[in-house]
């Protein structure tokens, strides 16, 4: 099968590897892709691809048999995704430099992303041009998170812990287990099913809440979750 | 310009032992710790006068940005951060968050030491730290 192995780039001839040629492993689970990139990258003289792999397993085995300058891969797999052959080869210390391949990407995948080292977060609908330009960014041990909101993930994480710290504080595991409730939208009769309590009990824990977190509305409680973090 | 008691959390050995020789000669006493679990234990035991914190440290127990989330329950140490994303962070985090959490500065990788000597020198008077 063509596509059932990580399998040495065909893109070039005999080309001998320099010191200056950027050794690349590549990673999508659409063999259409994998073909648009070798076909994008096979035309720069500096770049060769030496495996191109089409589910994180198979990744895995590549960056552990080729150690490529770069692995350039796809958040966004069935099976193990990117960040989980990332977080498989940081278990077994081993770290490429890394530019990660997303249609989109969410903020926990953001900062997760960043956590586990990657260089570059590219947006598939970038340029190509530029995403050659930034594989080489990163081969030379530059970071590339133009446009990505890595700030913002970062900031919404942090928010969130502070915000659920001071919930926890303020509330009791149940009464915060109930405004966790509340924040997904379930209402009362729902909250008590999932609970095994009476309707009564989640009222009077609710009474509870809004003292406690000084508030007087439904609405104004499931807008303080949110703005906690909490959901 | 006095001397402060520094925790450096730095995973890059490299850049570690510069900071520590330059800030050493600075009259500065430095800790230095290549993890935020060792960080915290430090921190616990002997609060310093100002943390210089590295964020993303994928070889350690607890890297920067999750010991960055505890220390924002605990005592207001200043923080300067010290990232390959500096300028991102820098331009993104809000104000107020960075006061939250007492953050001073951030500075990007590649920084100069002149640049990490006078955040620390700033801190004096700002009055946050000393």
Redesign the interface.
Known sequence: MELAGPKASLGKKAAPLSAAVIRLVIVDDHAVVLKGLQALLGTEPDIAVVADCTTGELAIKAVVEHHPDVLVLDLRMPGLDGLGVLRVLNEKGIRPRTVLLAAEIDDDQMLEAVRLGVAAVVLKEMAPPRLIECIRKVNAGERWFDGQPVGRALEAMLRRERGLRDLRQALTNRELDIVRMIALGLRNAEIAGRLCVSEGTVKSHLHHVYEKLGVNSRMDLLLLAQQKGLK | MSSKRILLVEDDPTLRALCVEVLENQTHVVVAVDDGAVALEEIQQRPPDVILLD??M??ARL?G?AL??LL??GPRIPIIILS??GD??A????SE?TK??AITAILGKPFSLEALSREIDRLDWAGVSG
Request: proline share 5%.
């Open positions: 964020l993303v994928p070889r890297d940005i960055l989330s924002s329950a390959a994303l991102v962070l331009r993104e985090l809000s968050l939250a959490l």
